[in-house]
C-alpha cells in the first residue's frame, strides 16, 4: 500500500467542542449561544422558588461561588493546562460564570480550537479551504472572550504547594512560571497505535490533529498515492475510509474486530459495511494487522500483512 492510515478511534475522548464541530459562520454559533441562553434561562425560572428567591441553578451556585473566593478586588486566576475540545470549553464556560477572571490556556499545539470532525472531509476535497477548520484563534478568543491562548506552549510541572506551573514556549525556548487560583488539567491523548511490526514507517500516519492531516495530505501528494490502508473501523476510520476513496484512491479498511463501527448493532453495521463495499471501498472484518514491511511491488510505503496470511 501507499500509506496507511491509523484511526485513532480508541484514544480516550475529551468533552464536547465548545465551538461546531464542522465548519459554520459566525451567525450559527451566535444563534446556536442564545438558543442554549434561552434553555438555561427557562429551566432557572422553573427551578426557581415561589417567593422568588434564592436559586437552586447550579450554574449560578458555581458563579456565586467563584465570585466569593475572590481576594477583595483582585480578580481569580485561572488556567487551563490543554485547548481544543475539553480545554476550551472549560475556559468559555469559566468566562460566562465569572467575567473578571483571569483565564490563561496552554496549548501545546499550534491550534486551540478546530473542526476535528472535518479533518477527513478536508482530505478528501469536500472541505476545500483549509482554514474553515480553524475555527477559532487566539485572537478571536482574546477578542470575543477575553481569554489568554498561548499556543505551541507546555505546561512541564506543576507546584501545588506554590500554585504555579513551569512553562516551556516551543518558539523562543522560554521557561517560565505562572501563579494560579485554580488548575483544570485537559491533556486529551494519543492515538492508540499497537506494537505491531513496521509501524513506524514512513506513510503510516495518525490523525490526530490538523497537522496530521497536513501530512497525511502531504505523504499523499508526494508519493503520488493511488493506495490506502485505513486501520480501524470506527467512526474516524470509516469516515478516513470514505473521503480517501472520493480523492480517487483504491482504499481497504481493516477491522480486528467482527463487525465495523463496534458502537452500532450488528445488523446496522452490516448495512453500513454493504454500502461501503457498493461504493467501491473493500472492508475486511475479523483480520488484524500483522505487520507493516518494505513494499514489493514498487509501492512507496508498506506492504501490509494481515493475520489471515493476505
Same mark, same amino acid.
Given at each position: 500500500?501507499?500509506?496507511?492510515?491509523?484511526?485513532?478511534?480508541?484514544?480516550?475522548?475529551?468533552?464536547?467542542?465548545?465551538?461546531?464541530?464542522?465548519?459554520?459562520?459566525?451567525?450559527?454559533?451566535?444563534?446556536?449561544?442564545?438558543?442554549?441562553?434561552?434553555?438555561?434561562?427557562?429551566?432557572?425560572?422553573?427551578?426557581?422558588?415561589?417567593?422568588?428567591?434564592?436559586?437552586?441553578?447550579?450554574?449560578?451556585?458555581?458563579?456565586?461561588?467563584?465570585?466569593?473566593?475572590?481576594?477583595?478586588?483582585?480578580?481569580?486566576?485561572?488556567?487551563? *493546562?490543554?485547548?481544543?475540545?475539553?480545554?476550551?470549553?472549560?475556559?468559555?464556560?469559566?468566562?460566562?460564570?465569572?467575567?473578571?477572571?483571569?483565564?490563561?490556556?496552554?496549548?501545546?499545539?499550534?491550534?486551540?480550537?478546530?473542526?476535528?470532525?472535518?479533518?477527513?472531509?478536508?482530505?478528501?476535497?469536500?472541505?476545500?479551504?483549509?482554514?474553515?477548520?480553524? *475555527?477559532?484563534?487566539?485572537?478571536?478568543?482574546?477578542?470575543?472572550?477575553?481569554?489568554?491562548?498561548?499556543?505551541?506552549?507546555?505546561?512541564?510541572?506543576?507546584?501545588?504547594?506554590?500554585?504555579?506551573?513551569?512553562?516551556?514556549?516551543?518558539?523562543?525556548?522560554?521557561?517560565?512560571?505562572?501563579?494560579?487560583?485554580?488548575? *483544570?488539567?485537559?491533556?486529551?491523548?494519543?492515538?492508540?497505535?499497537?506494537?505491531?511490526?513496521?509501524?513506524?514507517?514512513?506513510?503510516?500516519?495518525?490523525?490526530?490533529?490538523?497537522?496530521?492531516?497536513?501530512?497525511?495530505?502531504?505523504?499523499?501528494?508526494?508519493?503520488?498515492?493511488?493506495?490506502?490502508?485505513?486501520?480501524?473501523?470506527?467512526?474516524?476510520?470509516?469516515?478516513?475510509?470514505?473521503?480517501?476513496?472520493?480523492?480517487?484512491?483504491?482504499?481497504?479498511?481493516?477491522?480486528?474486530?467482527?463487525?465495523?463501527?463496534?458502537?452500532?448493532?450488528?445488523?446496522?453495521?452490516?448495512?453500513?459495511?454493504?454500502?461501503?463495499?457498493?461504493?467501491?471501498?473493500? *472492508?475486511?472484518?475479523?483480520?488484524?494487522?500483522?505487520?507493516?514491511?518494505?513494499?514489493?511491488?514498487?509501492?512507496?510505503?508498506?506492504?501490509?500483512?494481515?493475520?489471515?496470511?493476505?
Amino acid at each position: 500500500a501507499v500509506g496507511s492510515v491509523i484511526s485513532p478511534d480508541k484514544e480516550r475522548r475529551e468533552g464536547g467542542l465548545p465551538f461546531p464541530s464542522h465548519p459554520r459562520d459566525t451567525k450559527e454559533l451566535e444563534l446556536n449561544e442564545h438558543r442554549a441562553a434561552t434553555v438555561h434561562n427557562e429551566r432557572k425560572r422553573e427551578r426557581e422558588p415561589a417567593g422568588g428567591t434564592g436559586s437552586t441553578d447550579p450554574a449560578h451556585s458555581a458563579k456565586q461561588k467563584m465570585n466569593n473566593n475572590n481576594n477583595g478586588d483582585k480578580p481569580r486566576r485561572l488556567i487551563v *493546562v490543554g485547548g481544543v475540545a475539553g480545554g476550551a470549553s472549560c475556559a468559555v464556560r469559566a468566562r460566562r460564570l465569572d467575567e473578571n477572571a483571569e483565564i490563561i490556556v496552554f496549548e501545546k499545539g499550534p491550534d486551540p480550537s478546530f473542526a476535528n470532525c472535518g479533518m477527513p472531509y478536508h482530505l478528501g476535497g469536500e472541505i476545500k479551504d483549509r482554514s474553515a477548520l480553524n *475555527v477559532q484563534t487566539p485572537a478571536s478568543l482574546k477578542k470575543r472572550l477575553n481569554l489568554d491562548v498561548r499556543c505551541l506552549t507546555e505546561v512541564t510541572k506543576i507546584n501545588r504547594e506554590a500554585k504555579t506551573v513551569t512553562v516551556k514556549e516551543y518558539s523562543s525556548g522560554k521557561v517560565y512560571d505562572e501563579a494560579y487560583d485554580d488548575l *483544570v488539567l485537559s491533556l486529551g491523548a494519543a492515538p492508540f497505535k499497537p506494537p505491531i511490526p513496521g509501524i513506524e514507517r514512513d506513510g503510516n500516519i495518525a490523525l490526530r490533529n490538523l497537522d496530521d492531516m497536513d501530512k497525511i495530505d502531504g505523504w499523499i501528494r508526494k508519493v503520488e498515492g493511488k493506495r490506502a490502508v485505513v486501520a480501524g473501523a470506527g467512526f474516524i476510520g470509516v469516515e478516513m475510509a470514505e473521503q480517501l476513496h472520493h480523492r480517487g484512491m483504491s482504499v481497504v479498511l481493516v477491522e480486528a474486530l467482527p463487525q465495523i463501527m463496534a458502537p452500532l448493532d450488528e445488523e446496522y453495521a452490516k448495512l453500513l459495511q454493504n454500502d461501503l463495499e457498493r461504493n467501491g471501498v473493500r *472492508v475486511l472484518v475479523g483480520d488484524g494487522i500483522k505487520g507493516f514491511s518494505e513494499p514489493t511491488d514498487g509501492a512507496k510505503g508498506s506492504d501490509v500483512a494481515l493475520a489471515s496470511g493476505e
